[in-house]
């Protein structure tokens, strides 16, 4: 039925932010503390349901090694959704972050569905980025902006919910 959509989703970020972590907790309802690093990446997939409608999101996980950074156009190309990741304990890797949705503002789809994600937020005590100007940055380029975390899975379910809800509607 019309009601039903499939939606291409893409996460992208520096290695060790917890893309794969959260893909699990939202599709598994799991968390490995010595999760692998991604080779590649990894599809899945899960359906979420959002008022009268039911939305698929087919899953890339990239590999956020740098190595794999080449990759990514694949990935992204025709995503109606982004999760950008970084780790609330890594200025490093917020910067990472800024540049992946520089390179999505450049070369992705324009009505992409692009969502922030500051993971790790159980980490409190080593936190180096604030939820401020994270929420700054995101309101500042259009992005959707929450703190997750994959280990207690604070935010992971509502972020895909918030994405389902924002993707526009054939
Ligand atoms: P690549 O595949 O190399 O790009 O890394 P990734 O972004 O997929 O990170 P991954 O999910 O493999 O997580 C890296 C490490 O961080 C693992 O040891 C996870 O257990 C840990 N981790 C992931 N999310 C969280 C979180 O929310 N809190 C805490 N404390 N640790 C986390
Ligand atoms: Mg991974």
């Known amino acids: ?43 899945f997939s899960q359906t979420v349901a959002v008022n009268n409608a039911t939305v698929k999101f087919e899953i890339w996980d990239t590999a956020g090694q740098e190595r794999y950074h080449s990759l990514a156009p694949m990935y992204y190309r025709g995503a109606a959704a982004a999760i950008i990741v970084y780790d609330i304990t890594s200025m490093d890797s917020f910067a990472r972050a800024k540049k992946w949705v520089q390179e999505l503002q450049k070369q992705g789809n324009p009505n992409m569905v692009m969502a922030l994600a500051g993971n790790k937020s159980d980490l409190e005590d080593k936190r180096k980025v604030t939820a401020e100007e994270a929420r700054v940055y995101a309101d500042e380029n259009g992005l959707f902006f929450m703190e997750t975390s994959a280990k207690t899975a604070v935010n992971v379910n509502d972020m895909f919910y918030e994405i389902a809800k924002r993707l526009p509607r054939a």
């Open 1 to 43: 039925a019309h009601n039903n959509l499939n939606a291409k989703l893409v996460l992208l970020g520096d290695m060790g932010t917890g893309k794969s972590s959260l893909v699990i907790r939202f599709v598994k309802g799991q968390f490995l503390e010595f999760q692998e690093s991604t080779i590649g990446a990894a599809f």
